[in-house]
Each structure stands twice: as C-alpha cells, then as structure tokens.
C-alpha cells in the first residue's frame, strides 16, 4: 500500500440506511464511524439530528439521503428535505436523480430539479452527492448526467443508492470519471466490500465509498500498515 490509514479511513461513508436499524443499530453505527475517523455517516434521515450530536467535534461529517430512494418525489419536497436535514446539522446529502425523468429524456425537468437541491444544499453551507442508479441507466444518460453535474457543481456523482438490483462497477466508475469535470469528485456505492477493492477504485479516481463493511475494511488497512488495531468503544448504555 502507498497511502497511509487516513487516506483510506477518508474515503468511507459509513451507511447506516438499512430501514430495519434499531436505534442501537444506528447509535453503535455512529461510534464506529468515530472509533475508525471516516469521512462520514450517511444516516437514515430521521436520525441524523442525534447523529450530528453524536459527531460534533470530531472530524466525521454528518450525512443523510433526499430523494431516496427512487428520486420521484417532487422538487419542492426535495427541496424540504435538504432545508429540514440542514436544520438537523447535516453537511453532506446524497441526492437521488429522478430516475423516472431520466430514462424518458426529459433533460429539462432533470437539469432544473438537481439546480434546486443542489443550489439549496449549496446555500446552507453544504456539500452534495448525486446519486444517478446506473443499474437502470444507459451509459448515454450516465454521460448526459455527469455534465448537467458539472455546469451545476454539484461537488460528488455517485453511482449507487444500495437498494437497487446493482451497484458500483468498475466500467461505471471509470465512465463517471471520464465524463465528469475534475471538480467533480467520484462516488462509489453498494459492492465494496473489502480492501482490495476499496483500492481498485482509488486507482480509477474515487474518493468516497459508501459501505457497511467499515470496520473489516479498516481492520485489515491497519494490518497491511503494521498499525494497532483500533479499539472499539461503546455508547452509554450499550452492552459490554
């Protein structure tokens, strides 16, 4: 490896999206996300009011989805969700395209709903992540979106929300990165699963991954480093 624990540990969205998650789920979820120093937390939305709580002072971000998962909800409840998340302390949203928009060529529609989310999150001192579901996309739209991206800075395409029948590719991901302008950073989402991989698409220009399997992850980056492993805590209240 030729990057050290912290160039990795900065590439992980913990996800915390499953909609079965207990409330320990989500508050042991947040933990790890500090124990290891990730980049962020992408937290179901109701609960990320307390995850930001948990995170304040620490060098992760609070995260949370709009749109999720399909994109089809209108504009302005979109837009509700990025002004309700900011109130809750979020500074990173994962935004789903509507994807129904998408595939029926209606690029106007398209282009004005992500002005509106991302204009929204950009005015609250937020960062944005879009999220295109290739699984459903030609690579024709997969292009068309990574420009409409680009003229609107959105500052992450994604590939991925995690709850389709696919995720990340490495075609995928090398076409986002071809396509999308250099100030448009490269996300990757669903099918990371271990180190080797995580690595894989570092060398194709991503800088973040969303992922369930933090800790193995960084367990065995550690490893590799000749590094101490890291020494879980547990929230108040959890048991030993």
Same mark, same amino acid.
């Given at each position: ?8 540990? $900065?590439? #992980? ?9 207990? /409330?320990? +789920? ?12 990730? /980049?962020?937390?992408?937290?179901? @939305?109701?609960?990320?009011r307390r995850c930001a709580d948990l995170l304040r002072g620490s060098e992760v ?5 709009? *749109? ?7 504009? !302005?409840? &979109? ?19 509507? #994807? ?15 002005? /509106? ?5 950009? +005015?609250? *001192? !937020? $960062?944005? &992540? ?11 739209? $997969? ?10 800075? !959105?500052?992450?395409? &994604? ?12 075609? +995928?991901?090398?076409?986002?990165? &071809?396509?999308? @302008? ?11 699963? +271990?180190?080797?991989? %995580? %690595?894989?698409? =570092? ?11 933090? /800790? ?8 590799? %480093? ?5 020494? =879980?805590? %547990?929230? !108040?209240?959890?048991?030993?």
């Open positions: 490896m030729n990057c050290s624990y912290l160039d990795i540990a $900065k590439m #992980i969205d913990h996800s915390l999206l499953n909609p079965s998650l207990t /409330a320990e +789920d989500l508050e042991q979820g947040c933990r790890l996300a500090l124990d290891y120093n990730v /980049a962020s937390v992408c937290i179901l @939305p109701f609960y990320l971000n609070a995260s949370t989805t709009i *749109g999720f998962p399909h994109g089809g909800q209108t504009t !302005a409840v &979109k837009v509700a969700e990025v002004r309700q998340a900011l109130a809750d302390g979020g500074q990173e949203l994962d935004i789903v395209v509507n #994807i129904s928009a998408v595939v029926s060529g209606n690029w106007s529609y398209v282009r004005e709903d992500l002005r /509106a989310v991302i204009d929204a999150t950009h +005015d609250g *001192g !937020a $960062k944005v &992540k879009v999220i295109f579901e290739n699984c459903y996309l030609k690579d024709e739209h $997969k292009i068309r979106l990574c420009g409409i991206c680009g003229e609107l800075r !959105a500052d992450w395409v &994604k590939t991925s929300t995690g709850y389709a029948p696919g995720g990340a590719t490495m075609e +995928d991901l090398a076409l986002m990165r &071809k396509h999308s @302008p250099p100030h448009v950073q490269l996300k990757a989402a669903s099918g990371i699963r +271990d180190l080797d991989t %995580l %690595l894989r698409v =570092r060398e194709i220009g991503v800088t973040r991954c969303g992922a369930t399997r933090t /800790a193995s992850m960084l367990d065995e980056c550690r490893r590799r %480093l000749n590094l101490e492993p890291i020494v =879980r805590t %547990l929230p !108040a209240g959890a048991p030993a």
